[in-house]
């Protein structure tokens, strides 16, 4: 991560993704100070244990009164609230303001926060807890290019970043990569579940699943082919894997997973307020 040197950081809010963060972070060995605030002491009493470096307290306020940057860490639903008691003190600080809420706009986050802020928008998802992630970001017009890339970096230290210029975009986001992890733990799921009426035991079926999941994503990953073509490799005419693809096309795949990321994208929007309607070619 490249940064200046003394650039303070404070989470607001200790849940999972800030102490993902915040791991990423010290792993990448940022040069940045580090504040965290909750007002759970068990939540703050984590952060001490793993990170001492880390400054805690369950004083918003104080917490942000030398802070460059304040990443917004908590629950959608008390969103309003936390930032119109931040008001005053970001007013005064004018510091970057990063969101990892989901749903949350950046209207309503300027507004809360008295406006005129730089705010990015970040749509992370689950695999961040183990530095694997997929982020989705968009910026306002008063972020500058110096503070693009500090909220790029300090994203990076959980996984991989994306940037849209386009904020209603991240209602898709949010339907691919946000939802996605569920989509993928679901299939393995019906497949650990397919497996053991084979008559493996729970633990040879979950182990074939997860290791195949993992492999196919890394090959994915680490190839330059589509997935369509990835499956073609694998899918000798006559074989096992072609009956397997012929019953799952037969049943509609493709269509279903359409509808349900429609679904997951519109729920976003209502979950915004945003009159945006989504809609597909």
Request: aromatic content about 4%; glycine content about 8%; hydrophobic content about 45%.
């Amino acid at each position: 991560m490249t940064t200046e040197n003394n650039t303070h950081i404070t989470f607001i809010g200790a849940g999972n993704m800030a102490r993902s963060l915040i791991a990423g972070l010290v792993d990448d060995n940022a040069a940045v100070t580090m504040a965290v605030t909750d007002p759970s002491e068990e939540q703050l009493d984590i952060i001490r244990g793993k990170w001492p470096s880390c400054a805690t307290s369950t004083d918003n306020v104080q917490a942000i009164s030398q802070a460059d940057i304040v990443v917004l860490a908590v629950k959608p639903q008390i969103m309003q609230q936390v930032c119109e008691a931040l008001a005053p003190a970001v007013q005064t600080r004018k510091p970057l303001i990063i969101s990892i809420a989901a749903g949350v706009s950046e209207d309503n986050l300027n507004r809360w926060l008295g406006g005129l802020l730089p705010i990015v928008r970040c749509m992370p998802n689950t695999p961040a807890l183990v530095q694997s992630g997929m982020t989705g970001l968009y910026a306002n017009s008063r972020v500058s290019e110096q503070q693009r890339s500090l909220a790029e970096s300090i994203m990076r230290a959980v996984g991989m970043v994306l940037w849209f210029g386009d904020e209603d975009k991240l209602h898709a986001v949010t339907a691919i990569s946000g939802s996605g992890p569920a989509y993928f733990f679901l299939v393995m799921e019906a497949m650990q579940l397919s497996a053991e009426g084979f008559g493996l035991s729970e633990e040879e079926a979950r182990l074939l699943v997860l290791q195949t999941a993992f492999g196919a994503a890394k090959l994915a990953l680490e190839s330059t082919d589509s997935a369509a073509e990835l499956r073609h490799k694998v899918t000798s005419k006559g074989g096992t894997t072609e009956a397997a693809i012929a019953q799952l096309q037969g049943a509609g795949l493709e269509a279903t997973f359409d509808t349900a990321l429609k679904a997951a994208a519109q729920r976003s929007v209502m979950l915004s307020g945003s009159k945006t309607a989504i809609e597909k070619s």
